[in-house]
């Protein structure tokens, strides 16, 4: 995960799709795309164990961690 201030959703899901496409091997294709929001007003107000609401998201449900991890399951 990575933190983006001060951008409009637009142009931080383009910096995403393009970590992304950086990341990912040339011979995969990309079946789906799509994101997810988790507004946090202060990071350091969570609490240690603190998760976003569950979403769905192509397919699985997710969460995320407030110590930037993402889990699926």
């Known amino acids: 995960i990575k933190i983006i201030k001060n951008l409009f959703i ?3 899901i383009d910096k995403l799709k393009n970590l992304i496409s950086n990341d990912v091997p040339k ?3 990309n079946i ?3 994101y997810y929001e988790w507004e946090v007003d202060n ?3 969570l609490k240690k164990e603190e998760y976003s609401p569950e979403f ?3 397919g699985y449900y997710w969460y ?3 110590e930037y991890i993402i889990k699926t399951f």
């Open 10 to 12: 637009e142009q931080y």
């Open 43 to 45: 990071w350091r107000s």
């Open 64 to 66: 995320c961690y407030n």
């Open 56 to 58: 769905k998201l192509c």
């Open 32 to 34: 789906k795309e799509g």
């Open 27 to 29: 011979n995969f294709d």
